[in-house]
């Protein structure tokens, strides 16, 4: 059975930075894809970046381009999101998702996510 596991996340103020980690188990994604989404209360699910790892290659939402980075060891199956001069509208529960499929990154969607975390509170205060 395959298990998502998000670490760190918590209040920051404006300005300022948080790390988030993510371990899978269970399985390897090798070819596949690691991402992150966000959900701020009242609202959709959103994507936040992914990682494919066959190409090593990265996705961003507009809102996080610059300000975010996504990084990870496909041997540890580990992904971390770095998040920099947070903002309030950034304040939202963030899951770790992961896709069997390369092409998952690209979509930026949700419904391409196969498994998932049971997310971490970030909070930024203004």
């Known amino acids: 059975q395959v298990q998502l596991v998000e670490s760190g996340g918590g209040l920051v103020q404006a300005g300022g930075s948080l790390g988030l980690s993510c371990t899978a188990s269970?399985?390897?994604?090798?070819?596949?894809?690691m991402g992150w989404f966000r959900q701020a209360p009242g609202k959709e699910r959103e994507f936040v970046a992914a990682?494919?790892?066959?190409?090593?290659?990265?996705y961003y939402a507009n809102s996080v381009k610059g300000r975010f980075t996504i990084s990870g060891d496909n041997a540890k199956i580990t992904v971390a999101l770095q998040m920099s001069s947070l903002k309030p509208e950034d304040t939202a529960v963030y899951y770790c998702?992961?896709?069997?499929?390369?092409?998952?990154?690209?979509?930026?969607?949700?419904?391409?996510?196969?498994?998932w975390g049971q997310g971490t509170q970030v909070t930024v205060s203004s």
């Open positions: 998702a992961a896709s069997p499929s390369w092409s998952a990154a690209r979509t930026m969607s949700a419904a391409s996510y196969t498994y």
């Open positions: 269970g399985r390897t994604f090798s070819s596949g894809t």
């Open positions: 990682i494919m790892w066959s190409l090593r290659a990265t």
